[in-house]
C-alpha cells in the first residue's frame, strides 16, 4: 500500500461538500488513491482529454443539426456514435476482474471499464457539451439518461452507448433483481451518489481478493469523508484495521460505532464493545 496523501484526501473531502461537486475530479481523485503514479499533471491530461471529446460532439452536432434543437435522443445517438462506435469505448465481462476498470484516468486510456466508469464519461463528455444528462442507477447496472423524467432517454455505455427502450430497461432490472422497473429507479443519481456507488464496487473489488485489504481500507476511509455517510463504515474500518493487524485502532474504531450505536440498539453496542476488548487483547 502506498502512503497515504492527506493533501488529496483533503481536496477530496473538500470537493464533496462543495456546493456542486466535480464528479471528474472526484473520480481522479479516487484513481490517484489506487494508482500513485497518477499526478497534478495526469489529472490535468485526463480533464483534457473530456474536454477534446465534448469539442469534437459539439461540432458533430452543429454539422448535423445547425438549426435545430438537440433533443434527448439525439444527444443520445451522437455519444454512441463519438464514444462507442469511434472511440471504442466500451465493456467486456472480463472488465469486472480488473481494478483499472473503476479508475476514470485508466479507462479513459484504455478506453474499457464498468459500466458506472463509462457512464461517468458519457456524463462528463455530454456534460461538457451543453447536454441534460444525468446518470441513473438501475439495480445491477448503471446507465445514463438524457433529457428530463417526462421526456427521458437513457443509453448504456457498457454496449457501446445503446439506446435503451422501456422493454430494455424492464429486462435489465427483472435479470438483476427479479423485480419490475419502478418508476424511483429512474430518477437521477447526483455525483455523490455516483461516487458512493464507484467506491462500493472498489470494495466488492477488494473483498473478493482478501490480500487487497489495503485497497478496500482507502475505499472504505473515502467513503467516510463523503457528508452523510453511513456510521456502519466505522465499524467496516475497524474490520479492515483488525484484519491487516492494526488491532489498537481497529478497536477505537468499533467503540466509535458502537457510541453511534447505542442510542437505538444498547444490546448491539455492549457486543460491538467486547469486540473491541477482543481487538485489544490480541495486542498481548
Not at 121 to 147: Q, Y
Request: aromatic content about 4%.
Amino acid at each position: 500500500m502506498h502512503p497515504l496523501s492527506p493533501e488529496r484526501r483533503r481536496l477530496f473531502a473538500d470537493q464533496a461538500r462543495s456546493a456542486r461537486p466535480d464528479l471528474a475530479q472526484l473520480c481522479l481523485l479516487i484513481g490517484a488513491e489506487a494508482d500513485p503514479d497518477l499526478d497534478e499533471a495526469g489529472m490535468r491530461a485526463a480533464r483534457r482529454i473530456l474536454d477534446r471529446l465534448a469539442e469534437q460532439l459539439a461540432e458533430q452536432l452543429a454539422e448535423r443539426l445547425p438549426d435545430q434543437a438537440t433533443g434527448p435522443r439525439s444527444w443520445a445517438l451522437a455519444l454512441a456514435e463519438l464514444l462507442g462506435q469511434r472511440y471504442g469505448f466500451k465493456g467486456r465481462p472480463g472488465d469486472y476482474q480488473r481494478l483499472q476498470s473503476v479508475l476514470l484516468h485508466e479507462v479513459l486510456r484504455r478506453r474499457r471499464g464498468l459500466p458506472i466508469l463509462l457512464s461517468v464519461v458519457w456524463i462528463e463528455v455530454a456534460r461538457r457539451a451543453g447536454a441534460p444528462v444525468h446518470g441513473v442507477a438501475l439495480p445491477g447496472h448503471f446507465v445514463v439518461g438524457f433529457g428530463t423524467r417526462d421526456d427521458q432517454v437513457l443509453a448504456n455505455p457498457f454496449a457501446g452507448g445503446d439506446v435503451l427502450s422501456r422493454t430494455d430497461a424492464e429486462l435489465m432490472v427483472a435479470g438483476a433483481t427479479g423485480a419490475p422497473l419502478a418508476p424511483s429507479m429512474l430518477s437521477p443519481a447526483g455525483p455523490l451518489d455516483i461516487v458512493l456507488r464507484v467506491l462500493n464496487n472498489i470494495r466488492a473489488w477488494a473483498a473478493a481478493r482478501p490480500e487487497r485489504s489495503d485497497v478496500a481500507l482507502w475505499a472504505v476511509e473515502l467513503s467516510l469523508l463523503l457528508p452523510a455517510h453511513s456510521d456502519r463504515l466505522h465499524y467496516d474500518r475497524a474490520q479492515l484495521l483488525v484484519q491487516r493487524g492494526d488491532f489498537l485502532t481497529g478497536a477505537l474504531e468499533i467503540e466509535t460505532y458502537a457510541d453511534a450505536l447505542a442510542a437505538s440498539d444498547e444490546a448491539a453496542a455492549v457486543r460491538l464493545r467486547q469486540e473491541a476488548h477482543g481487538a485489544r487483547a490480541m495486542l498481548n
